[in-house]
């Protein structure tokens, strides 16, 4: 019987996929997230015709939806909200701090950077616009940029890098002009990066807990990974940022979500500000 109704996730069914999502992503899901998961599959249960959580499972789980649905399912569940300019002390480092001495100790080598939990897009931008704003200032300069993300649906929509006009909204105009373009339909309201800028960043699918050789480079002047080590448990948390500091060069520098740190873990960095890590891995 297919429903147009909200569906509640009996207690089973919440163990049994909060335990996949756990087992193979490393993210926790306590039960305190149930109404989470509800929200958002709600919708994806009942289009494919579920009136209940439990045949929904047993579809996704099996040899047809494990192809054709499970991915959809991974990534409404491991998607999260990010902003433009999320954590700006972040960047006001990267300006005052870093780059100025980068650029004095390394002429003839681009910076290069990775953000390692892009989501839809908006921290790679954000670096990309710092970067940018950094180099028109200070030429020569040059920089490449990977992103990446657990989610193919979200690095699709980093990709097009396209948003509503209120995500911007609190954008310096010159920014504003300098990065994006405006729909010409007077009645949408969405703005795109400009061509040249989205083609700046390299897009990967990681999976920062399994993926045991990512496939990305293996000397990064810079990691962002940021609000995504809160969804683990402390010995994953741990397992991840060592394996991060394999991808930063000596001295290069790792940056965390505002509620993360590396208190208590045995990792080969060192705190130079408020959640920037600089990579002691020789």
């Excluded at 494919?48 to 990534?75: C, H, M, T, W």
């Excluded at 396209?162 to 954008?171: A, E, G, K, P, T």
């Excluded at 990974?225 to 940022?241: A, M, P």
Aim: net charge positive.
């Amino acid at each position: 019987m297919y429903s147009s109704g909200f569906l509640k996730m009996d207690d089973a069914s919440f163990e049994k996929l909060s335990s996949f999502i756990t087992r193979q992503y490393g993210i926790k899901l306590p039960a305190a997230k149930k109404s989470m998961l509800e929200s958002r599959l709600n919708k994806k249960v009942l289009s494919l015709g579920f009136d209940s959580y439990q045949p929904f499972l047993a579809y996704i789980f099996g040899k047809e939806g494990r192809v054709k649905e499970l991915p959809n399912v991974v990534d409404l569940i491991t998607t999260n909200k990010t902003d433009f300019f999320r954590e700006p002390g972040h960047f006001e480092y990267l300006t005052q701090n870093f780059l100025p001495g980068y650029k004095t100790n390394n002429r003839h080598r681009p910076l290069k950077v990775w953000s390692a939990a892009c989501s839809t897009g908006e921290e790679p931008y954000t670096i990309l616009m710092v970067l940018e704003e950094f180099r028109k200032a200070n030429l020569p300069f040059c920089y490449s940029i990977t992103a990446s993300d657990i989610s193919t649906r979200t690095l699709q929509a980093a990709y097009q890098g396209i948003y509503s006009y209120d995500r911007i909204s609190m954008l310096p105009d010159h920014l504003k002009r300098s990065y994006f373009l405006k729909s010409k339909d007077p009645a949408n309201s969405c703005v795109r990066i400009k061509p040249e800028y989205r083609k700046k960043i390299s897009y990967k699918r990681v999976n920062l807990v399994y993926d045991l050789d990512m496939p990305v480079s293996m000397s990064f002047d810079l990691i962002f990974c940021r609000n995504v080590l809160i969804y683990f448990d402390k010995s994953t948390q741990e397992k991840v940022i060592n394996r991060l500091a394999r991808y930063l060069r000596p001295g290069g520098l790792l940056f965390l979500g505002h509620s993360e740190s590396t208190l208590g873990m045995t990792v080969p960095f060192k705190q130079v500000s408020p959640t920037i890590y600089r990579n002691t891995y020789e």
